[in-house]
């Protein structure tokens, strides 16, 4: 069974609009990451959350926030939708300790913007 | 430029020969972590070392911080190792802000 969910796997969206992707975290981690993969690039980071609280932000544009409603739950929204957000955005989540910090990754949810 | 290099791009390999995977990084890093990227685009954890040499199974890790440089070796490779296999440091201590490399695409064949 996935121990990271994320909905939806695969989306479509029109400019202009905003979605929200969802992510759950089932490994009792305290801390949960955003990534992105768009073609041709490497695996981006955005956000960092611990503890509910936002640890990192590398995203510069405002449009997208993360929510953090649980302590297993991290989830994107993304307002104004542009056909360059289309990208693959993967959830992670990790026990960060001093034993280190193993990054863990859900499925993904692809998005393509039209 | 891009702050975590692999090489080499591709690989093919016959199953049961050997393959050594090759990370550069351009800046410090506390950690290196590799991971096995599916056809379908999971993730999926394979080593995570700070230094030295780790192993799992048919995967050995080394990573040399000093020198900038991972690697990968995959011993004995089966049908099943093909995919995407992806290098990312950790610049500082912790964080969980990985920087990921482009991958080493790697086919095994019969």
């Known amino acids: 069974d996935p121990k990271i969910i994320q909905k939806p796997k695969y989306l479509v969206a029109v400019t202009g609009s905003e979605k929200i992707l969802i992510c759950e975290q089932y490994l009792g981690h305290n801390a949960m990451y955003w990534y992105r993969q768009s073609a041709k690039k490497p695996l981006e980071f955005m956000f960092s959350?611990?503890?509910?609280?936002?640890?990192d932000n590398q995203t510069a544009s405002s449009r997208f926030q993360p929510q953090s409603s649980k302590k297993n739950h991290l989830d994107l929204q993304i307002t104004a939708l542009k056909p360059d957000d289309s990208a693959t955005y993967f959830c992670a989540s990790s026990q960060r300790d001093t034993s280190g910090n193993t990054l863990y990754f859900g499925e993904g949810s692809r998005l393509i913007v039209v | 430029g891009q702050q975590v290099q692999q090489s080499p791009a591709s690989l093919v390999l016959q199953e049961g020969e050997n393959a050594e995977l090759q990370c550069n990084f351009s800046?410090?890093?506390?950690?290196l972590q590799w991971f096995y990227q599916r056809p379908g685009g999971s993730l999926v954890s394979l080593l995570s070392?700070?230094?030295g040499t780790k192993h799992t199974g048919r995967l050995t890790s080394t990573t040399v911080t000093k020198e900038r440089r991972g690697s990968l070796h995959i011993s004995s490779s089966q049908i099943t190792d093909s995919g995407t296999y992806l290098c990312a440091m950790e610049r500082t201590g912790n964080t969980g802000k990985l920087i990921f490399g482009l991958g080493t695409t790697l086919q095994v064949q019969p």
């Open positions: 070392n700070p230094s």
């Open positions: 959350y611990s503890y509910q609280k936002l640890m």
């Open positions: 800046s410090t890093a506390t950690r």
